[in-house]
């Protein structure tokens, strides 16, 4: 029987003590706040300094915007004091461990944040506080916390962040509340895809102000981000390599291609477009220059440089030598010199060529004319040379040609053939200025009347001498001679009239008149059939085709020292080509290295972003 009681028994005990605590709480609820005021700070003697122990529990930084440099975080405040007014007896209040009030039924420390930018400023949400027996009161208000920071954009994108959360009592000084600080708690941090968290250290300050002899504490918990820099990286840092890298081309780019120019402009403008991309995130802050744009405007630098380069490149490649002569330092220095230290050779050279000096600037010959203009390889022929030797040859013609004398009757001239209409010499080829290759002979059209009247003269005095009359002086025959053709310069070859030698035995009379009469009248035809070069006229053509020689000479020389000043003015812009090659692609390099790696935490990015 009592077996089957005692469960029942311990059950309604249970239930008598349950139905008890309920009375219990709201009795000790309503002798706590008979008398308590929330203005009145909680403690047993007024003199008494209230301790506040606080504390920073982060839990995701949303966002830092440097351009309003404002960082975003999602925060619990933690606070901690002990309240004279709300302490019971455990004992006379059983089963009331704690209890939990409003923020305004009970006292809570005004403490915010100092430096909020919020537009309500405080922005914690009020959550009930936290009562024990003891009067031990914790208030845990979580909130999005909107601070001011001040962005150092100066290592962008390399740069570490640290900015301030500031929190005090706004009323309160140092002498009524105490604030002590507690480490700050990051064990439940969410990542951020743009900032690493490093550390979230704090430190309690006091400060003293003019108006008051009271300090004023405060705890600043500070936290300490780093930027992961792969986004940038990709986005600004390799577009910019590369483009600076692309100003490079410019010097290798042919100053023929007539491109040089509108490659730097276009490098240049696509830096200029990653310029204002930096400056949009960027502050509009004088205090310091970011890295990004240190580089971008020493790039921006190197490639107006290029530009101006490419324009003296440009201006040196299609100088003529109507504009000027090349200064002799220009030559020197880049001609000798800068060729030398860059180990270039002008085209042709150094190919071991065994012609001699005045041969090998002949080697190529540009031949211009009003219609075309035809650049030739002929091969190199002396023409000092050619012409002593045609100087040599007027003097020796000069001293071995014989002058006829109408006294000797066997004396004879040098006599050539003329060619005959009937059998043309195959060497005789008709010049375009209507000459024949040797000047001074006469045509077989100009020998047709000399030959007319020959034959009519030597006809009549045949048939008078037969009917026994003798040939006469009187009726020796004249040889008509025709001037020669003018010359393509427009002088004309005088020639002086000579005669032939007649034999006396001929001219007179007696019975042997008839065959001398027919003698003569053969040696006239012989003569009318033969040409006779004279001296006069050989020297004066002679001296028309050497003029005409050293015009021509002349001609190439002159061609020749403007293609090799032309050459000249273009060997000199690829030398300055080279030579901007080179020392734009060092200074390319040293500005990229100094730049980067002078920020303090390169290498660290470089090790957790990259690798």
Avoid at 555 to 582: G, H, K, P, T, Y
Wanted: charged residues 15%; hydrophobic residues 40%.
């Amino acid at each position: 029987m009592w077996q089957a009681v005692a469960p029942w028994l311990l059950i309604l005990t249970v239930l008598v003590q349950v139905s008890e605590q309920g009375p219990h709480q709201r009795y000790l609820l309503r002798e706590l706040l008979r008398d308590y005021n929330p203005m009145e700070r909680p403690v047993a003697n007024d003199s008494q300094t209230l301790t506040v122990r606080l504390s920073f529990t982060l839990v995701q930084v949303m966002d830092v915007d440097e351009k309003s440099q404002v960082l975003t975080t999602n925060a619990w405040l933690q606070m901690q004091w002990y309240d004279h007014y709300l302490q019971w007896n455990q004992s006379e209040y059983p089963g009331v461990k704690n209890l939990r009030f409003t923020p305004d039924q009970v006292w809570t420390p005004d403490i915010l944040l100092y430096n909020s930018a919020h537009d309500k400023f405080d922005a914690t949400f009020k959550t009930n506080v936290l009562v024990n027996s003891s009067g031990f009161c914790e208030y845990l208000p979580p909130g999005i916390f909107i601070s001011t920071c001040n962005v150092d954009v100066r290592w962008f994108p390399f740069d570490i962040q640290r900015c301030e959360l500031k929190f005090g009592s706004w009323t309160f000084d140092g002498w009524l509340l105490d604030i002590q600080m507690k480490e700050a708690d990051v064990s439940g941090f969410i990542p951020n895809g743009e900032w690493d968290l490093l550390e979230v250290p704090g430190g309690r300050n006091e400060v003293f102000y003019d108006c008051c002899a009271e300090p004023y504490p405060d705890v600043t918990f500070v936290v300490t981000l780093r930027r992961r820099t792969l986004y940038y990286a990709l986005n600004l840092l390799i577009p910019c390599v590369l483009l600076s890298s692309m100003t490079l081309l410019v010097f290798l780019l042919p100053a023929s291609s007539g491109e040089k120019i509108s490659l730097g402009i276009t490098v240049l403008l696509s830096l200029t477009v990653f310029m204002l991309m930096v400056a949009e995130i960027m502050p509009a802050t004088s205090d310091s220059v970011p890295l990004i744009g240190q580089y971008f405007a020493s790039t921006m630098v190197i490639v107006g440089m290029s530009v101006v380069a490419t324009v003296i490149v440009l201006q040196f490649h299609h100088h003529t030598p109507d504009t000027g002569q090349m200064p002799y330092w220009v030559r020197l220095v880049l001609l000798q010199w800068v060729p030398w230290f860059l180990r270039m050779k002008r085209p042709g050279e150094g190919t071991g060529s065994t012609l001699p000096h005045s041969q090998a600037d002949c080697q190529s010959k540009t031949l211009s004319s009003p219609t075309t203009t035809t650049t030739t390889a002929t091969t190199p022929t002396p023409a000092p040379s050619i012409l002593t030797s045609l100087q040599t040859s007027l003097a020796q013609c000069n001293h071995t040609l014989p002058q006829p004398t109408p006294n000797c009757p066997n004396s004879q001239s040098v006599i050539l053939a003329a060619p005959s209409p009937r059998d043309p010499s195959p060497n005789l080829h008709p010049q375009p200025n209507g000459h024949l290759p040797y000047m001074g002979f006469q045509s077989p059209a100009e020998l047709e009347p000399t030959q007319r009247r020959r034959t009519t003269s030597y006809g009549r005095g045949g048939g008078e001498g037969a009917g026994g009359r003798a040939y006469s002086s009187s009726d020796t025959p004249t040889h008509h001679h025709t001037p020669l053709p003018p010359t393509r310069f427009g002088s004309t070859s005088e020639q002086s009239p000579v005669s032939p030698d007649v034999d006396p035995s001929t001219s007179s009379s007696g019975p042997n008149g008839v065959e001398g009469g027919v003698g003569a009248g053969r040696v006239g035809a012989m003569q009318a059939h033969s040409g006779v070069i004279l001296p006069g006229a050989v020297n004066t053509q002679l001296q028309a085709l050497l003029v005409e020689v050293q015009f021509l000479v002349e001609r190439l020389r002159e061609q020749d020292r403007q293609l090799s000043m032309a050459e000249q003015w273009q060997f000199a812009a690829a030398v300055i080509d080279r030579l901007c090659l080179v020392g734009f692609s060092v200074f390319n390099i040293i500005c990229t290295f100094a730049i980067l790696m002078a920020a303090p935490n390169f290498g660290e990015a470089v090790s957790k972003d990259f690798l």
